[in-house]
């Protein structure tokens, strides 16, 4: 083997490890829940946390934010559960949900006798799911939080979306927002949190980049909560 050649393959594996590595290291630096989301965490398991039972007619199947933990988004599936919203939120490889997209598969499998299913999630949550909401005839609709699907849906009419977003985002902005949201398939609602921002959607504290809030987790959360439950009612076939 040539010289030159071989020191190639030598650099080009270390490139690919130490690329690796780097990826890694960032992947599982991940945004903790909060000691106040701990406090309503219920049914955990290592796949997921579930709120509620199988004993609900509806089901709701919620995709974490990159890098955030799972139990971040307690508060919300507390909240939706009172509704008699069985909410299951599942732990997804390296805590980024483009990277198991397939869970509301397995989910949906595992709880037959929901009779509808609904779908979403916050910031690339989100767009994850938008990628496997048209493989399952039982999911009835997206509801995406700071976040977009990552095509144009625009032509599907049948498919019920909800964006809710926040007006001081400082990553899913309102500029971007209000240019992917032409991507939604329809009908379409769009909800803006008057001085919310990125991190309120869960509860895990500061996130880079993005802009303060006058308004805590809790509060944002449940101007969220109040938007869902609403967008359900009025789109879901068993009401």
Known sequence: MKKWLKWFIILLFAFILFGGIGFYLWATDTYEPT????????????????????????????????????EAYSYLGVQLKKQNIMVVI???PLNLAILGTNKAEEII???????EWYIGGHSLGGAAASTIVLDNNKIKGIIYLASYPVEDMSTIND?????????????ATSEE???????LSSPAEIVVID?????????YGPQKGDR??????KEQIDLVTEEIISWITIYSSLN
Do not use: C
């Not at 406090?39 to 199988?54: A, H, M, P």
């Not at 303060?212 to 987790?217: A, K, R």
């Open 195 to 203: 001085e919310g921002n990125h991190a309120n959607f869960g509860m």
């Open 212 to 217: 303060n809030s006058p308004l805590t987790s």
């Open 177 to 183: 927002m209000e240019e992917k949201n032409k991507w």
């Open 90 to 92: 599942p732990d997804m």
């Open 159 to 171: 498919l019920p979306s909800l964006s809710i977003s926040a007006s001081l985002d400082g990553l």
């Open 109 to 115: 499998m595992d709880y037959p006798s929901i009779e």
């Open 35 to 70: 000691e106040e989301a701990l406090l309503y965490v219920e049914q955990r398991s290592k796949e997921r946390i579930v709120f509620g039972n199988d004993e609900a007619s509806i089901g709701f199947i919620f995709y974490p934010g990159a890098k955030v933990e799972k």
